[in-house]
């Protein structure tokens, strides 16, 4: 036990000199709200259930952090500096208790812990207040206390397990998953199969639904908003079959995993003679191995993002690293460890190096080019309102929106959506469309609009100085400024008659 204690400590003082590398690195290069970070931040303005394309656990965070911290950048990201380094932890204590007695436990776990701490992703995501962030946090605190589930066998474990398992689902829909890798494991472990013919599982499910119930409602409130989107990005409507995105996919896990983990991974996948036998490997490598199956052959069928089977990794972290250290083969650990910490520098400290060398980065080599140039948008914008007493601030893209909101901060943060189209994507549509509100003066910042589209929808349309901001060599943000004076009314569209919506809504007559 007091090694237990002395591990746990110098965990968390490597954990914590992680955070502060992080911290100090976010500082050094003032990096600015993702359009993604500032749209949760606006959800976190209403907590709600639910938002279009996410369950809400994203925007509680924020609203708990900002309410404490202020609302300042790394305010609205302080949660993502917490739960990563206790995904971690989550992981050692796993590793801990799954192979409790053997003499290499103690040694695997740390390094587990460690190697978890140090992936690609993990660097990425520890700088960006993201859905990955609780649903890491979650997913490896389920994984835990079902290993202490299936080790005791306890109603009070199972409901416990139910209930992590709904705080999953509430950040992102990918937390269900955990049921088909629990599934793949009891078919596969003739000791633990029983479980599937008593009632203990099928009450944990039970909380989970029930924990996420609220959501459902939400859903059905807002005519299914986040489960149309999900089903959307998915595109599996498109034709089937796609080799260059399973590629694309499998190719991009080695910068999200790493290299040489990642090849650990995959020899471990061609052998399973190495695990199968061992049914506390098997676990690890069921919850690492459906998952990434399911993902790759989503990006066959149609295409999966280089994040989506994230959360895969903290099993498979605890699978590669423990029979490395089981087979001493320690030296691919502090192989992976040495080659994912040099990524992890690049990815905070690419400017830097590239100033070193007298290089100047472009749009297209700059990491962070998609998140440069919108404090001072917002400024300009801001300023802009500030000449128009009364104008309401208008925006026609969900990033432009988010971004706006937060680094122009119009009075009251009172911003209207124009969607011309009338499609419900995105949850600024469903809280600030202009036709929930038509009347009165607007200031329109856009990318581009046509004065053709505009006058159709508006009763006074006037052309401002456009915006423009350097933010490379390269490039220049450029947006349109309009003063538009009352949309022209609304007109409710029965369901049914709009092909890609199924409920009622008002949109602009001439969008019909």
């Known amino acids: 036990m007091v090694g237990g204690r002395r591990d746990l400590w110098l965990l968390i003082l490597l954990l914590g000199l992680l955070v502060a590398w992080r911290i100090a690195a976010l500082l050094h290069l003032d990096l600015e709200l993702y359009a993604d970070e500032a749209q949760y931040w606006s959800w976190s303005l209403a907590p709600d259930f639910g938002y279009y394309s996410k369950p809400p656990m994203v925007a509680w965070l924020i609203a708990l952090s900002t309410r404490l911290l202020g609302d300042g950048e790394l305010a609205v990201r302080a949660a993502t500096?917490?739960?990563?380094?206790?995904?971690?932890?989550?992981?050692?204590?796993?590793?801990?208790?799954?192979?409790?007695?053997?003499?290499?436990?103690?040694?695997?776990?740390?390094?587990?812990?460690?190697?978890?701490?140090?992936?690609?992703?993990?660097?990425?995501?520890?700088?960006?207040?993201?859905?990955?962030?609780?649903?890491?946090?979650?997913?490896?605190?389920?994984?835990?206390?079902?290993?202490?589930?299936?080790q005791g066998d306890r109603w009070r474990d199972w409901l416990g397990l139910g209930l992590l398992a709904g705080l999953g689902l509430l950040s992102k829909y990918s937390m269900v998953f955990f049921a088909p890798a629990l599934l793949a494991y009891l078919l596969a472990s003739p000791a633990q199969r029983r479980l599937l013919l008593t009632p203990k599982p099928y009450a944990a499910a039970a909380v989970a639904l029930a924990v996420f119930a609220p959501n459902l409602v939400w859903n059905a409130r807002h005519h299914y908003a986040s489960l149309q989107h999900t089903a959307e990005?998915?595109?599996?409507?498109?034709?089937?079959?796609?080799?260059?995105?399973?590629?694309?996919?499998?190719?991009?896990?080695?910068?999200?995993?790493?290299?040489?983990?990642?090849?650990?991974?995959?020899?471990?996948?061609?052998?399973?003679?190495?695990?199968?036998?061992?049914?506390?490997?098997?676990?690890?490598?069921?919850?690492?191995?459906?998952?990434?199956?399911?993902?790759?052959?989503?990006?066959?069928l149609s295409r999966a993002l280089a994040n989506w089977a994230?959360?895969?990794?903290?099993?498979?972290?605890?699978?590669?690293?423990?029979?490395?250290?089981?087979?001493?083969?320690?030296?691919?650990?502090?192989?992976?460890?040495?080659?994912?910490?040099?990524?992890?520098?690049?990815?905070?400290?690419?400017?830097?190096?590239?100033?070193?060398?007298?290089?100047?980065?472009?749009?297209?080599?700059?990491?962070?080019?998609?998140?440069?140039?919108?404090?001072?948008?917002?400024?300009?914008?801001?300023?802009?309102?500030?000449a128009e007493p009364g104008a309401r601030l208008m925006a026609d893209d969900r990033k432009s929106m988010a971004s706006l909101l937060y680094y122009a901060r119009p009075e009251s943060l009172d911003a209207v959506y124009y969607n011309p189209s009338g499609a419900l994507d995105n949850h600024y549509v469903l809280t600030r469309e202009v036709a929930q509100r038509p009347h009165g003066r607007f200031l329109l910042v856009t990318r581009g609009r046509e004065p053709a589209q505009l006058a159709r929808h508006f009763a006074v349309v006037e052309r401002m100085p456009d915006i423009r901001i350097r933010t490379h060599h390269d490039h220049m943000l450029v947006y349109q400024v309009w003063r538009l004076h009352d949309y022209k009314g609304a007109h409710c569209i029965p369901s049914g008659q709009r092909p890609n919506q199924s409920s009622t809504r008002c949109v602009a007559t001439a969008s019909r």
């Not at 460690?114 to 859905?131: D, E, N």
């Not at 605890?318 to 001493?328: D, M």
């Open 310 to 386: 994230a959360f895969a990794y903290a099993a498979g972290s605890a699978l590669v690293v423990t029979l490395w250290i089981v087979r001493r083969q320690g030296r691919w650990f502090k192989a992976a460890l040495i080659v994912n910490l040099l990524l992890g520098a690049l990815v905070y400290h690419l400017p830097d190096a590239t100033r070193a060398l007298g290089l100047e980065l472009g749009r297209k080599t700059d990491p962070y080019a998609r998140v440069t140039g919108y404090r001072a948008l917002g400024a300009e914008v801001r300023r802009r309102l500030a």
């Open 81 to 150: 500096f917490v739960l990563w380094p206790a995904t971690s932890v989550w992981l050692w204590l796993t590793v801990r208790r799954l192979f409790a007695g053997e003499p290499w436990a103690a040694p695997a776990a740390l390094a587990s812990a460690l190697a978890f701490a140090t992936l690609p992703m993990t660097f990425l995501g520890g700088i960006l207040i993201t859905t990955d962030a609780p649903l890491l946090f979650f997913w490896a605190a389920s994984l835990y206390l079902l290993v202490r589930t299936l």
């Open 233 to 300: 990005i998915s595109q599996l409507g498109r034709s089937l079959f796609h080799p260059e995105a399973l590629l694309e996919f499998f190719a991009a896990q080695f910068l999200v995993f790493g290299p040489i983990m990642l090849l650990g991974l995959i020899a471990l996948a061609l052998q399973p003679r190495i695990w199968w036998m061992d049914a506390r490997l098997r676990l690890l490598a069921a919850f690492a191995f459906v998952p990434l199956a399911a993902f790759l052959l989503l990006a066959l």
